[in-house]
């Protein structure tokens, strides 16, 4: 990896005309760190994809059983193997997203956030970078072995278009997830307990993201508010993209996912700057 | 211009005050009690380009709060400061680029990757292009003497090894000051000696002015020219190493041996006996009071001398006096 940094940037001496190559290739260094760092206990990210067969496994049963019950072979144009497939996307962008807000609540509370200050990075793009690193090494395992165990449940998964499309809007998922978690932990500043919000915040994306029932299956109200809320688009868009890859549907998913991203990244901003500011004045 | 000056700084935190229990916690949820912490009590001193500066004092005495505010991640209630023309926290990541920092207590390295992979990855943030940044890398492994263990990971490190990398990464900018807050603590007195040569020679070779705090009288002395001490906050003590030493380091203890049996009513003018024996004695007196010219003669008229042995109080008792005179 190390050999790898031998000459990408030239120029003499110390570049400081900050180029938004260097900034970027800032946020690029913490990413690759991070996923160093992520790799440097392989057992451990082993673990962590394995929840996701037991998920796949009572997923499995519960809709054999539905689907036998209903006694169609598709249920709101969804066949079991679609479904099982969906189910399989979501659970890998549910289990693999890093749940930022922790650490930013931890980091306030301790104080830490302040020796993040000290270097000359945006703190909330630092933790993205960072958040990225580790979410990409989970999502990648949480996909080998969920799909391993899916394909010998219900047979072979959708087309590479799938893939590439889901792909594309989980990079899109992680942040708005992340704009989500930093939301979360920024209330750190202002209230000292924030597992409420975050326990809120995960019922949201179970019931109304399609985490747990793809949002097809709902009475068409309730279809109607999910899909006009954010969280569907973390979870939903990208899993329902991926059994059903049309170029139409991927634009929507985008479109929902960019304006979204817009507004909740917006307040997320507006919220920092104030913070940081107020930081600075208390003191972690 | 001095790299670091500071006029009239004061720091009072706000902290919420929780009474115990339930029912407790209710309330300060309702209606919280706020209490006032000093930390910082109108702090004026500079650093001079270039210069090693001790900035010590007890527990709690406001080090750690300044260095914050040098930083710029703490801004303080009032006053002044400029750290190489920059207000720290109104120009924090402009002055980053500038600066470099260590606290102690809380280490910047990757702790399951080695040192090198933090290296690299500071040389992005500080937007050093990588050929520069190798030959930096490779500089500093070898003033700090870690070339051995840059590749181990830093959790594998002994504390001694860790703070040299520690420090070291703290250069990789090139810094033209440094700030140390305490960076020596936990190190056996062999890792803490290593620490202070290489502190020294990049200091030498590069010029980098530091502001060192430490519990460690030995690194300021062997440090520093200059020393701050300070109390609640409030600077106690202002002035040269040697001058602190030349002022404090007054009282002298004498130990004498002789050859013969000393008189049993041996004594000497304006001198304190702590303990006299029947071949020796051990006395002590302060220079102010009691010159050393009368004494030595004194000594040497009572008898046939075998040893003598003159001590002073360590640096490190100096202080420990000048914190308790200090106390409120
Ligand atoms: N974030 C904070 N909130 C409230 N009080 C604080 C905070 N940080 C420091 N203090 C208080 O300010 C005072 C000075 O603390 P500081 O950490 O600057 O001391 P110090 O000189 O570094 O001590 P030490 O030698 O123990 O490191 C202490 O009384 C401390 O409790
Ligand atoms: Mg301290």
Redesign the pocket.
């Known amino acids: 990896m190390r050999s790898k940094e031998a000459g990408a940037l030239t120029g003499e001496g110390r570049v400081r005309e900050h180029s938004s190559a260097a900034v970027a290739g800032k946020y690029w260094a913490v990413f690759r760190t991070q996923l160093l760092n992520s790799l440097a206990y392989p057992i451990d990210l082993l673990g962590r994809s394995l929840l996701i067969v037991l998920f796949m496994w009572i997923f499995m049963n519960l809709w054999r059983v539905t689907y036998g019950a209903v006694g169609a072979s598709s249920i709101a144009g969804l066949t079991l193997a679609d479904t099982m497939w969906y189910l399989m996307m979501a659970e890998a962008v549910m289990l693999s997203k890093h749940d930022l807000s922790e650490t930013f609540s931890e980091q306030v509370k301790d104080?830490s956030v302040a020796y993040l200050l000290n270097k000359p990075f945006n703190f909330i793009l630092y933790h993205f970078a960072s958040g990225l690193g580790d979410s990409l090494l989970a999502f990648g395992g949480n996909l080998l072995i969920g799909s391993a165990v899916v394909w010998l449940m219900v047979g072979p998964p959708p087309g590479i278009a799938g893939w590439i499309f889901a792909g594309a809007a989980v990079v899109l998922s992680w942040l708005l997830d992340f704009c989500f978690s930093a939301l979360i932990g920024l209330s750190a500043f202002v209230v000292e307990e924030t597992n409420a919000f975050r326990w809120i915040y995960q019922k949201f994306l179970l019931l109304l993201g399609g985490v747990l029932i793809p949002l097809d299956f709902f009475p068409a109200w309730l279809q109607t508010i999910s899909l006009n809320l954010p969280f569907a688009w973390i979870i939903y868009g990208p899993a329902r993209l991926f059994v059903e890859p049309s170029l139409a549907r991927l634009g929507h998913v985008f479109l929902q996912q960019c304006i979204w991203l817009a507004v909740v990244g917006g307040i997320v901003w507006v919220i920092y700057r104030r913070v940081v500011a107020r930081l600075v004045i208390n003191?972690? | 211009m001095p790299a670091i000056s500071v006029r009239d700084l004061r720091k009072t935190?706000q902290?919420k005050r929780k009474s115990a229990g339930l029912r407790g916690s209710l309330r300060a949820l309702w209606r919280p009690t706020y209490q006032s912490?000093e930390?910082v009590r109108g702090l004026s001193f500079e650093m001079e380009d270039g210069e090693l500066l001790g900035f010590i004092?007890?527990?709690?005495?406001?080090?750690?709060?300044?260095i914050k505010i040098l930083t710029g991640i703490l801004h303080p209630s009032s006053g002044e400061a400029a750290v190489l023309g920059h207000v720290p926290w109104q120009d924090r990541q402009a002055l980053a680029f500038q600066i470099g920092s260590v606290f102690g207590q809380r280490p910047q390295l990757w702790y399951h990757l080695p040192a090198v992979d933090t290296f690299y990855l500071f040389g992005k943030i500080y937007e050093i292009d990588d050929s520069s940044l190798k030959r930096r890398i490779s500089f500093l492994a070898e003033a700090f003497e870690i070339e051995e263990l840059l590749e181990t990971p830093v959790r594998k490190l002994s504390l001694g090894q860790r703070m040299r990398c520690e420090v070291a990464a703290s250069l990789l900018h090139r810094p033209r000051v440094l700030l140390l807050?305490?960076p020596s603590i936990g190190l056996d007195v062999v890792a803490k000696q290593r620490l202070r040569m290489t502190i020294q020679r990049m200091n030498d070779m590069e010029g980098v002015g530091v502001l060192l705090?430490s519990?460690d009288a030995g690194d300021i002395e062997t440090l520093c020219r200059r020393v701050i001490i300070?109390n609640h906050?409030e600077i106690v003590y202002r002035d040269k190493v040697s001058a602190l030493k030349r002022r404090y380091l007054t009282v002298k203890t004498v130990d004498v041996r002789y050859n013969e049996q000393l008189a049993p009513d041996f004594s000497l003018p304006g001198v304190e006996m702590v303990k006299v024996g029947r071949y020796g004695a051990k006395m002590r007196f302060d220079t102010r009071v009691t010159p050393v010219e009368p004494v030595i003669s004194g000594l040497a008229a009572a008898g046939s001398l075998a040893d003598v042995t003159v001590s002073e109080p360590s640096l490190e008792e100096v202080i420990s006096a000048i914190y308790a005179r200090t106390e409120v």
Request: proline letters at 4%; zero cysteines; a negative charge.
């Open positions: 104080g003191g972690g | 935190f902290m912490i930390a004092g007890p527990n709690g005495a406001g080090k750690s709060t300044t807050d305490e705090t519990h300070v906050g």
